[in-house]
């Protein structure tokens, strides 16, 4: 049987009787993970080969996305799941670099949709989609014109760090075009902005056209970028 032959291979009892049941020896502790990690990969290789019918499928759906993913694109997803796949269910994760790579490479995460960031590793990777960008702030902000570059340099900023990235893609992109933003509010996610917005009418933020849409009922108004 398999356990003798581990014992063997290892040269070790690798479980020990107790009074309480059994223990794990210290080697097979330290193997453990490693060994989770092989009957992962396995599983991933086996059910590769499996057949996907999505109509009878009743199979979790491990999806990693931020805030922005779960605005812009969790709800047309779940439209289309619940057409072709209604029986499956969709978990939405949280996890960001190291871990997410980990993740994807194991099998414990199906499918990662995420911002412009530096790769994750050998994983298959393809743009969604593009979108542009507006300057949001309150209706009471006197600003009523599109914005130069100079005019938001001027102003007060909220940005969004999601997870934990500290550069972002946008500073880049800002800082070809002379723009240097005054960041006074740096925030984990998107979700916090509209209210951040309409409790404070000289701040703005710099956000996909499709946010500024989705935060039609926070009195906000979208200025365009010259």
């Known amino acids: 049987s398999l356990p003798p032959k581990l014992r063997k291979h290892f040269d070790d009892e690798l479980f020990i009787k107790t009074n309480t049941g059994v223990t794990p020896t210290s080697l097979a502790i330290s193997i453990a993970d490693d060994v989770r990690q092989s009957i992962a990969f396995a599983e991933v290789a086996l059910g590769g080969r499996a057949r996907f019918d999505p109509a009878v499928s009743a199979r979790d759906i491990r999806i990693c ?3 922005m993913g779960e605005i812009r694109v969790l709800p047309e997803l779940l439209s289309m799941l619940r057409k072709v796949a209604p029986r ?3 978990f939405v994760l949280d996890l960001w670099g190291e871990e997410l790579k980990q993740g994807l490479e194991r099998g414990e995460v199906d499918l990662a949709i995420t911002g ?3 790769p ?5 990777q393809q743009k969604l989609y593009e979108t542009d960008y507006l300057v949001l702030t309150s209706k009471a902000n006197r600003l009523n014109h599109d914005l130069s570059s100079a005019d938001l340099s001027g102003l007060r900023h909220v940005a969004v760090s999601p997870g934990r990235i500290e550069h972002l893609y946008l500073d880049d992109v800002l800082a070809q075009a002379g723009v240097r933003r005054n960041v006074v509010v740096r925030t984990a996610n998107w979700v916090s902005v509209p209210h951040v917005l309409r409790s404070q009418p000289d701040l703005v933020s710099i956000v996909p056209r499709y946010l500024a849409t989705a935060y039609r009922d926070f009195d906000l108004k979208g200025l365009q970028l010259t």
Do not use: K
Request: hydrophobic share 35%; aromatic share 8%.
């Open 65 to 67: 996305m931020g805030d």
């Open 116 to 118: 412009r960031g530096p």
């Open 120 to 124: 994750i590793g050998d994983v298959f």
């Open 88 to 90: 499956c269910r969709v």
